[in-house]
C-alpha cells in the first residue's frame, strides 16, 4: 500500500506520474510531476518504453535495409527520414540523384507534412476538449494517405525511398489526385481557422502558456516549428537545401511569440507554405530516370557522412560512420522530438497542470523518434 | 568566415588541435582533457558563437572511444565538428557541456546510457533509456547479450 511519504514530499508536494499510459502524452511518455496544488514544480519526463535501439540494429544492416528501420522512428514523417538516410548515402557514394525522383521525394515530403500536421491539429484540439476537429483534420490526411497508398504501396511506413532515387515511379493518378488534394486542402483551411484559431476558449488556453525564451530554444538544441515559434531562424529546407527545395519558393515561418498560440500559428502557416511548395512542383515533374546507378551491395569509403532534413517536428540528422564495409560501423540519429523534449521540464515550470497537456501538444511529440 | 580562417581563429585558441582534410564540415581532432575550455571559448568568443550543439555522441573504435560534437553558429551560420579522443577505454569519462548548452543534457546522459562514457559536471547522470540493472553498454563493440541473434 502506498503510504503519505511515498508521493508526498517534506515540502508538501505531491508527485505523481503521467503516463506511460495516458492519451495526451500520445504514446508511451512517463512523466514524473511535482505538484503544488495545480501548480506544476518540476516536471521530469522518464524514457525508453519504446527503445529498440534502432542505431545498434542498423550496425548489422545493409545500407539499403537500413533506411527502412527509420519509418519506426518518427512514424507521421516516415518518408522524411527515409530521405535523411538516402541522403546520407548519396552523399558517400556522390551518385547523382536523377532529376525526377528529386521533384517527387520533395512533393512526398511536403504531403507527408501535411499529413504530419493535419494529425496535430486534430489531436490538439483532441487534447483541449475539442473532440470536432479530429475528424475535420482526418478528411484532409485519408485523401494524403490514399494518394501515398496507391502510390508507395503503404500509407505510413512509405519505405519508397532507396539509395539514388525511388523504388519505382509514381502511379499514374499522382500528379492529378495530389493537385485535387491541394486544391480542396487550401479550400478548406479557412474551417481550420474557423474551428480552433478563432475559438476564444482556444486562444485562452493556449496564449502566453508555456513560454520559451529565443535564448532557451537555442541553448536546449530545440529546432522546428518549437525553435520558429521563438524567432530562432532554423529552417533546414532555406539553410542547407537538399533535393528539389532549392528551386521552390517558400517563406520560413518565423514568430516571436514563443508561447504555445505561437507554435500553434507557425504550424498553420507551413501548411499553407506547404501547398504553394507542392503547386510549384506539381506541373513541372521531369522526365527521365527515377533512380540513379548504384552497385548492388552498396560499400562507402571510409569516414564520417551526414546529412539533414526538416521533418514535421524539425531538424532530423543522419551521420554515417563507415569503416569501408558494406554494413556502417556506426548510425547515429539526431532526432528533432529528443531535443525538443528536453525543454519541456523548463517550460512547464509554474504552468497549472492543465496547461502540461496544451504545452505538450504544441511540442508535437512523437515518442518512437525520442526513444529511437 | 571562410574555412581557413575559422581554423587560424580554433588553433590560436587551441594548439593542440589537428584538422582532417576532406569531409563535410570542418573535423577538428582533440584529446579529452582539453574540451571544457575549448568549448567555453567556442561559444562566448563573439567571432566564433557557436551558440548551438546540433548533436552529441560516442563512437566505439575499440582501441578508444571517440565523441563527437557538431556545433553550429546561427549568427554566422558556420558549422564545426570536435572530436574529442577517450583514450582510457576500461573507465571511459569527459567533461560535460552541460553548462555551455543546456541540451547536452539529454544527449550526455544518452551516451552514459549507451556507451557508459562518464562526464564530469553533469547535474543529474543517469541511465536515460535502460533499465538501472542493465548488464553492459549496448552500443559498444564487445557488447554481448544471451538473446543476440547473428544475423
Not at chain 1, 507534412?113 to 483534420?137: I, K
Not at chain 1, 499514374?172 to 483551411?189: C, D, G, S, W, Y
Not at chain 2, 566564433?48 to 573504435?61: G, H, K
Not at chain 2, 558556420?78 to 583514450?87: D, G, N, Q, R
Request: net charge negative; hydrophobic share 40%.
Amino acid at each position: 500500500m502506498l503510504l503519505d511519504q511515498d508521493h508526498i514530499t517534506e515540502d508538501g508536494e505531491f508527485i505523481i506520474n503521467i503516463g506511460p499510459q495516458h492519451p495526451s502524452t500520445h504514446g508511451v511518455l512517463h512523466l514524473k510531476v511535482w505538484l503544488d496544488g495545480e501548480t506544476v514544480k518540476k516536471c521530469e519526463p522518464h524514457l525508453g518504453y519504446i527503445h529498440r535501439s534502432i542505431e545498434k540494429m542498423c550496425e548489422s544492416l545493409s545500407y539499403r535495409q537500413y533506411i527502412f528501420t527509420t519509418s519506426r522512428m518518427d512514424y507521421l514523417s516516415a518518408h522524411i527520414n527515409n530521405q535523411a538516410c538516402a541522403l546520407a548515402v548519396e552523399q558517400g557514394l556522390q551518385v547523382e540523384v536523377p532529376e525526377r525522383a528529386k521533384v517527387i521525394r520533395t512533393i512526398l515530403a511536403e504531403l507527408t507534412r501535411l499529413a504530419s500536421h493535419a494529425l496535430w491539429w486534430g489531436c490538439m484540439g483532441l487534447d483541449l476538449g475539442a473532440v470536432t476537429p479530429f475528424f475535420y483534420a482526418f478528411r484532409e490526411r485519408e485523401m494524403i494517405n490514399d494518394i501515398m497508398e496507391e502510390s508507395c504501396g503503404a500509407r505510413l511506413t512509405q519505405n519508397f525511398i532507396v539509395p539514388g532515387g525511388l523504388m519505382m515511379d509514381v502511379h499514374p493518378n499522382f500528379v492529378q489526385k495530389t493537385k485535387e488534394l491541394v486544391k480542396l486542402f487550401r479550400a478548406n483551411i479557412h474551417e481550420y481557422d474557423e474551428l480552433l484559431s478563432g475559438n476564444v476558449i482556444f486562444q485562452q488556453r493556449t496564449q502566453g502558456v508555456g513560454p520559451l525564451s529565443k535564448a532557451d530554444a537555442i541553448s536546449f538544441g530545440t529546432s522546428g516549428a518549437v525553435a520558429r515559434a521563438s524567432g530562432v531562424s532554423c529552417d533546414v529546407r532555406k539553410h542547407y537545401p537538399y533535393d528539389a527545395y532549392d528551386r521552390v519558393q517558400f517563406k520560413e515561418i518565423i514568430s516571436e511569440g514563443g508561447d504555445s498560440w505561437a507554435r500553434y500559428l507557425v504550424r498553420i502557416e507551413e501548411m499553407k507554405q506547404s501547398f504553394d511548395i507542392i503547386e510549384q512542383l506539381i506541373d513541372s515533374i521531369p522526365e527521365g530516370e527515377i533512380v540513379g546507378k548504384t552497385k548492388a551491395v552498396i560499400k562507402l569509403p571510409k569516414g564520417e557522412f551526414y546529412s539533414r532534413v526538416e521533418t514535421a517536428r524539425g531538424e532530423l540528422g543522419v551521420m554515417l560512420v563507415s569503416d569501408g564495409g558494406s554494413t556502417p560501423y556506426r548510425v547515429k540519429f539526431r532526432s528533432p522530438n529528443f531535443s525538443n523534449l528536453s525543454a519541456l521540464g523548463h517550460m512547464v515550470k509554474g504552468a497549472k497542470i492543465g496547461d502540461l497537456v496544451a504545452i505538450m501538444a504544441t511540442l508535437d511529440l512523437v515518442i518512437p523518434d525520442v526513444d529511437r | 568566415m571562410e574555412a581557413e580562417a575559422l581554423k587560424q581563429e580554433i588553433l590560436s585558441i587551441e594548439p593542440s588541435m589537428v584538422f582532417e582534410e576532406g569531409g563535410q564540415f570542418i573535423n577538428g581532432g582533440i584529446e579529452s582533457t582539453v574540451l571544457s575550455a575549448l568549448m567555453k571559448e567556442l561559444r562566448d568568443r563573439p567571432t566564433l558563437a557557436f551558440d548551438y550543439l546540433v548533436c552529441l555522441t560516442c563512437v566505439d573504435y575499440k582501441t578508444h572511444f571517440t565523441m563527437f560534437y557538431q556545433l553550429r553558429s546561427l549568427t554566422h551560420r558556420h558549422e564545426l565538428v570536435i572530436k574529442a579522443k577517450i583514450s582510457n577505454i576500461e573507465h571511459p569519462a569527459i567533461d560535460s557541456v552541460t553548462s555551455l548548452w543546456r541540451t547536452a543534457d539529454f544527449h550526455e546522459r544518452e551516451v552514459f546510457d549507451l556507451f557508459g562514457v562518464k562526464f564530469y559536471g553533469h547535474p543529474d547522470l543517469r541511465r536515460i533509456f535502460l533499465d538501472e540493472n542493465w548488464p553492459g553498454f549496448p552500443l559498444r563493440k564487445n557488447y554481448e547479450d544471451a538473446n543476440m541473434i547473428e544475423l
